[in-house]
């Protein structure tokens, strides 16, 4: 009887923008160990792909794995596999893009390990059915997804201990179906049991193979698996059961079984990614649903195969802050594209923006399920600061001068409502009228500095766990899936939800009575038309954008106020400034007593360093503070990324400032994260019918030092 096989493709990752000290730490409890055991075990084969964020790391901090590498694919124990280099979603960026992330990855191992790589990885496992063209285009001849997929299109799992042929208008590749047992088992179970999974597998198809392909910091860096793996020594005595059974078991890589077995046939698969992703992708009533109806189902696993979650594009309409990044990338790759067009730019210039573009494409912050993603401000500000590096080079090239100020009146987000883009060699400005003529991106251009970069506190499906949860950590090593664990007692309490998006220049018109204390929880109950509506465009030009509402009604419809405000972006010192001048007038009523403020968002990241902090009159506060501050001037101040912001509220009364703090889900578990603070300018305002109230609320930006 003809052997079986089993193909291990492992794929290891750090994002770009991670901390060195979180890297270094994986380096260590994962990767280092991990190729250490394969050193000792020869007979121990696999294929493995490392991100190129990781790959360039390594290169620069621990020179000595290359050599380990080398030395491991010419004693054939390891086949490179390649992919996007900055591990983008392929199908989430521009087509031109996908063919260079490819190119770059295969150029990349062919020149440091010698081996030009014929399969691909999928980051996050996400495909969809045109992909094929694309992998085709590029030289790839096998990639991997997840036996969901194949599930969904009507194979039973019995039937995919193979490879199949996908195409897409002729072009053509080959994709292994990855084992959700075998993903499950490995390294989470006693090894026996998955040695038996394996042994049924080969009665069932001899001389077939089975595929897992998952991430390779379940072997080491997810909590509790260290231990599992290295010091209860786990992962070694899995490769010895596995060559205790070379006698009926082969360990193969992909290549070598694509060489020497045909494909199983021709499979056409839907779009999807593993089946948790699938399930984070979901707007959160339909993922309670969705969970709720994979619980019901559990006996019936034929029928679960076709209970379909969302797809990976729904994070992108889940979150407007990943849609913004999202659709701030695609323009920055346009006018990258259109640098290199225009013949202008230096070759060192034009290869800098692009590295930067495929830097910013990295997935992580794209999207959130059970690790931080889009949560983590320090992985969506790496992802900011690439793509601000990009445009500021591509726009230099540009023909116009580069001093210029430019106003730009598009659809920016893609969401059918028109934005204004001012731009300037100092920083860039997004208005968005639609949203109470608010601002969602504010950049620093001489430091690269993402200004307002913040997060919409909203429910999330995984909140009502929050009870389950423990901090005490796990005692036995368990899939990162079905741990429940939290980093600080009592988090409950700081669940609060925004009503609106986290932009800047929010007009707040409140009861007098209101207080601080409201505002910090958000019981401010403020008029709706005025901070959320639509504004309509009366001017904008490169001087100014004026923006006006007429609808507003405060509370019981017994008064009408109109507002409008007037948006200046001028250069100042070696930065900006913006002026925002707010206007509202009492059409009809009798006199009002009211509050009004406008709402900045800032965030500088790390609120408890030392290096951060707001100053007022003098004082310093850390970026966590929480309380009320003197008018009518205030600072915020970032010495690490040489950013200082000052805001200048003449007739204020008093700013009020709290964090901005959300509570997610990430592997180590429920964890409470500063994403900015909110700086609310307050006027008392004594409005008579017929009568104008006008104030300045200015923001200037410099460099800190």
């Not at 038996?196 to 597998?201: C, D, E, G, S, T």
């Not at 990258?336 to 230096?346: E, F, H, K, T």
């Not at 997004?430 to 109470?436: M, W, Y």
């Not at 910090?520 to 901070?531: F, G, I, K, P, Q």
């Amino acid at each position: 009887m003809p052997k079986f096989h089993l193909i291990l493709l492992i794929h290891a990752h750090q994002p770009v923008g991670n901390f060195d000290h979180v890297v270094e730490q994986a380096f260590a409890r994962c990767y280092a160990p991990f190729v250490d055991v394969l050193w000792r075990r020869p007979a121990a084969r696999l294929a493995l792909h490392i991100s190129g964020a990781l790959l360039e790391w390594v290169e620069q901090h621990h020179p000595e794995y290359f050599d380990r590498l080398r030395e491991l694919i010419q004693r054939n124990q390891i086949e490179m596999v390649g992919g996007g280099f900055y591990e983008p979603i392929l199908v989430a960026i521009p087509p031109e893009d996908r063919a260079e992330q490819l190119a770059r990855m295969a150029d990349y191992l062919e020149r440091h390990f010698g081996c030009r790589p014929t399969g691909a990885w999928l980051t996050e496992r996400v495909w969809e059915p045109h992909l094929p063209a694309t992998l085709a285009a590029a030289g790839v001849q096998y990639t991997l997804v997840d036996d969901s997929h194949f599930l969904a299109s009507g194979f039973s799992r019995e039937e995919l201990y193979g490879y199949f042929l996908c195409e897409e208008l002729g072009a053509k590749v080959y994709v292994f179906a990855g084992l959700q047992p075998l993903r499950y088992t490995i390294p989470f179970r006693d090894v026996p049991e998955t040695i038996a999974l394996l042994r049924a597998a080969a009665e069932r198809r001899p001389g077939g193979c089975a595929v897992m392909g998952d991430d390779c910091e379940k072997f080491g860096v997810w909590p509790g698996t260290y231990e599992h793996c290295y010091t209860h020594g786990w992962l070694e005595r899995f490769f010895q059961a596995l060559e205790a059974e070379r006698d009926w078991l082969a360990m193969v890589t992909p290549g070598e079984f694509l060489a020497s077995q045909p494909p199983l046939g021709r499979a056409a698969l839907p779009t999807g990614s593993y089946v948790e992703m699938t399930e984070w992708a979901l707007p959160t009533p339909a993922r309670q649903v969705f969970h709720r109806l994979q619980r019901q189902l559990e006996a019936v696993p034929e029928a679960r195969a076709f209970l379909r979650g969302g797809f990976w594009r729904n994070f992108l309409t889940k979150y407007d802050e990943a849609n913004l990044l999202h659709k701030k990338m695609l323009y920055v790759s346009g006018r990258v594209r259109q640098m290199a067009a225009s013949g202008n730019a230096p070759a060192e210039k034009l290869e800098s923006a692009r590295k930067h573009l495929l830097r910013g494409q990295c997935n992580d912050a794209y999207w959130h399920g059970v690790f931080g993603g889009l949560y983590a401000p320090h992985l969506r500000t790496a992802l900011w600061r690439e793509l601000i590096r990009a445009e500021t080079l591509a726009d230099a090239a540009a023909p116009a001068h580069p001093h210029s100020t430019v106003l730009q009146r598009f659809d920016f987000d893609a969401d059918g409502e028109e934005e204004l883009y001012w731009v300037s060699e100092r920083g860039a400005l997004l208005v968005k009228p639609s949203d109470g003529g608010t601002v969602p991106l504010l950049e620093f251009r001489p430091t690269a500095v993402p200004l307002v970069n913040s997060l919409q506190r909203r429910p999330e499906a995984y909140h009502s766990r929050l009870a389950e949860a423990s901090p005490a950590a796990a005692a036995a090593a368990v899939s990162i899936h079905e741990q429940v664990r939290v980093k600080e007692a009592g988090l409950e309490q700081h669940l609060r939800y925004d009503r609106w998006a986290r932009h800047s220049f929010r007009l707040l018109v409140f009861a007098p009575e209101k207080s601080f204390a409201d505002y910090a929880v958000l019981r401010l109950e403020e008029d709706a038309a005025l901070a959320g509506g639509r504004f309509a465009l009366l001017r904008a030009d490169r001087e100014a954008i004026v923006l006006a509402q007429r609808n507003s009604t405060i509370r019981d419809a017994a008064a009408e106020l109109e507002a409008e405000k007037t948006f200046v972006f001028e250069r100042a010192g070696g930065g900006f400034r913006v002026g925002c001048k707010t206007s509202l007038r009492l059409r009809r009523g009798s006199p009002r007593y009211l509050r009004v403020g406008v709402e900045l968002v800032v965030n500088l990241l790390a609120p408890d360093a030392a290096d951060r902090y707001f100053e007022s009159r003098g004082t310093r506060h850390p970026l966590r503070w929480s309380g009320v501050l003197p008018a009518p001037e205030l600072r915020a101040v970032d010495e690490w990324q040489n950013v200082a912001v000052t805001v200048r509220a003449e007739t204020a009364e008093q700013f009020w400032v709290a964090p901005i703090e959300t509570v997610s889900e990430s592997e180590e578990g429920f964890e409470r994260i500063y994403q900015g603070s909110q700086i609310l300018a307050v006027w008392p305002l004594e409005l008579n019918p017929g009568a104008t109230w006008t104030a300045q609320l200015t923001l200037g930006v410099d460099r800190a030092r």
